[in-house]
């Protein structure tokens, strides 16, 4: 019986919480995860979109030495070095542009550079150079009618496009200083880089002769483009909140290390060690292991070595959470026991390898899909105590003619009735009931933990041992007093039903009384209870239900052991939480 019961439980329980995770905002595409979500140690989020806003504008344009504030009030025009670079950075980005940055580029060209469209006008895109883990920045190669030069855009990291450019050390060394200063400030650095290409006098349009890498072209250094991407209000206290319950955030990005640890500060993590993409690539698996054990920055990581640090944090026997959007970041979340793709700028790849899809791409909801799966748990570990304790008094009662030769007590059809409390009971009102409040201070469930181990059952038989005791002792006492049977019956259905629902209170929660519980909301909870009172009184009343029942009235002494017995039993409830759970009666509720 308990093995079915435990799975319907376990179904219902999936079920709710899927139901329970979509009002939040996230879809769950593999129900088994739900209770995974309670057991997570380290949670793996990318800093755009997720710690950040990802509403993206271009701040500064840097030229010649020179900072240019994008949009200030003094602001009248471009001159002419800051228009060439924001013109060179548009050609070097998609015209369809989807990605924020490059979004935030056209915005600021339609803005501060009127007429820029039309300026490009018959211009034919030639060659696209993807960015690679080579080369961290993208090349695209226009030609106009009638032009002697092809234009070939770049833009990209920082440290690549001075790579291309060849610059003298003095003057990288100006740059980077620019670069450190914009990057410890939070914002996301692009260097943009122009070559003109000769074509042939022949040529109209199509170029036949372009070089295979972009390393062949004569790049000349044109400056920096810093992005402001502003950090999500509720970030920081969500972070506090994982800390709290022990969960590791490790923030996994693309970005320059200063960018990554600026913005880490503001969240709240640990920006004192960090991990560079270059690092990853030269560790070995083993000391890839050692590198990740206490570092929550990791930076300049390319999407493929994302894998790797996944299956880093799973060989250390962490229960990893990761988020991820791109195709790239597919076999990442497939490896990982939480996958977590982006549902506003997640791909199609991505969210068939994840479990759960965020609607919001919202480090906040993120976190309060982590709470819901501790909730579930920590319920359904509830529910299968209560379970497994209300059956020790029903099959201890239902055994007890075999071994003390008594008269029946327990038919089929009291057993029948204990079943339709137990079943709504377990379901709904466990499942219903509010996470405890110190649920996000508590350490994750370790890993390979039982849901419900040895001492959970010890926990429930007791409980159960309890009400047993009281039922045996109003059944001997009825024994000795020479009440007839039916009476006898009708007392000790009636401990065994108080003590029932008196299970159902106490198992609520592991922190508070039952007085407390007693007045605590749980909707389900009142249902349950009025309907098992009527239902109790109907069958002792109504004489032809009675009958059915095998039931008498009792007289007030006999009301008076059933009491007593009762509370005996309520008040061992109370005596082995106390014991089990020694938080419990000085946590407030």
């Known amino acids: 019986m308990l093995p079915e019961e ?4 376990l179904a219902v329980f999936m079920a709710l919480g899927a139901w329970r995770l979509a009002k939040i905002q996230v879809l769950t595409r593999h129900m088994p995860v739900i209770e995974t979500l309670g057991a997570a140690t380290v949670l793996c989020v990318d800093k755009t979109g997720t710690l950040t806003q990802n509403q993206m504008a271009v701040k500064y344009l840097i030229v010649g030495g020179q900072s240019i504030e994008v949009g200030s009030a003094n602001q009248v025009s471009l001159p002419p070095a800051a228009g060439v670079l924001l013109d060179t950075a548009v050609l070097a980005s998609a015209a369809a542009a989807v990605d924020a940055m490059e979004q935030a580029l056209w915005h600021c060209a339609a ?3 009127p007429g820029f469209a039309q300026r490009h006008q018959g211009w034919q895109l ?3 150079y993807p960015r690679s883990s080579d080369l961290l920045a993208v090349t695209q190669v226009w030609v106009r009618s009638g032009a002697a030069h092809a234009v070939v855009a770049v833009k990209g990291a920082p440290e690549s496009v001075m790579g291309l450019c060849r610059l003298e050390s003095g003057e990288m060394a100006t740059q980077l200083q620019h670069v450190q200063q914009l990057a410890g400030q939070g914002l996301r650095l692009l260097a943009v880089a122009r070559a003109l290409h000769p074509l042939p006098a022949s040529s109209t349009h199509a170029v036949t002769d372009l070089p295979a890498h972009v390393t062949a072209f004569q790049f000349s250094w044109l400056g920096l483009i810093a992005f402001a991407d502003p950090l999500r209000p509720e970030v920081a206290a969500a972070v506090a909140q994982c800390r709290r319950a022990g969960l590791r955030v490790v923030m996994i990005t693309g970005d320059y290390p200063a960018t990554a640890q600026a913005i880490a500060l503001q969240a709240g993590l640990d920006a004192g060690r960090l991990i560079t993409g270059a ?8 000391q890839l292991q050692k590198m990740v054990h206490d570092v929550q920055i990791f930076a300049r990581i390319l999407p493929q070595q994302k894998l790797r640090l996944v299956q880093a944090f799973k060989a250390r026997r962490d229960i990893v959470a990761m988020t991820g959007d791109g195709i790239n970041d597919a076999p990442a979340l497939k490896a990982a026991h939480i996958g977590i793709s982006m549902g506003q700028r997640g791909t199609d790849v991505a969210r068939e390898a994840s479990s759960l899809v965020l609607l919001k791409d919202d480090f906040g909801a993120l976190v309060d899909a982590l709470r819901l ?3 579930i748990v920590d319920n359904l570990r509830k529910a299968l105590r209560y379970v497994v304790g209300v059956h020790v008094p029903i ?13 029946l007590v327990m038919t089929p059809a009291l057993v029948m009735f204990l079943e339709m409390i137990i079943n709504p009971a377990s379901s709904i009102v466990f499942e219903g009931e509010q996470g405890e409040r110190d649920l996000m201070q508590r350490p994750p469930r370790k890993p390979g933990e039982h849901l419900f181990g040895l001492r959970n059952a010890m926990y429930a038989l007791l409980q159960g041992g309890g009400l047993l005791a009281g039922a045996i002792a109003t059944f001997f006492i009825g024994l000795q007093a020479s009440w007839p049977h039916a009476q006898i019956r009708t007392a000790v259905f009636v401990v ?7 299970m159902i209170i106490a198992s609520r929660s592991d922190h508070a009384s039952m007085l407390a519980l007693i007045v605590q909301p749980n909707r389900a909870q009142w249902w349950v209870m009025s309907a098992t009172l009527a239902a109790l009184m109907a069958v002792m009343m109504v004489p032809w239900l009675a009958g059915v029942f095998g039931f008498a009235r009792i007289n007030d002494t006999q009301w008076g052991v059933v009491l007593v017995a009762a509370l005996a039993a309520l008040m061992w409830l109370e005596l082995v939480k106390f014991v089990f759970m020694p938080r419990a009666f000085l946590v407030s509720s």
């Open 126 to 128: 030639q060659q696209s």
């Open 6 to 9: 435990f799975s319907v439980i």
């Open 496 to 502: 065994m039903v108080v003590g029932n629902l008196g």
């Open 111 to 113: 803005t501060t550079r």
């Open 373 to 375: 799966g501790r909730r």
């Open 395 to 407: 099959a201890g009662m239902a055994l007890l003619p075999l071994l003390a030769g008594t008269p």
């Open 279 to 286: 690092q990853v690539a030269r560790a070995s698996d083993v």
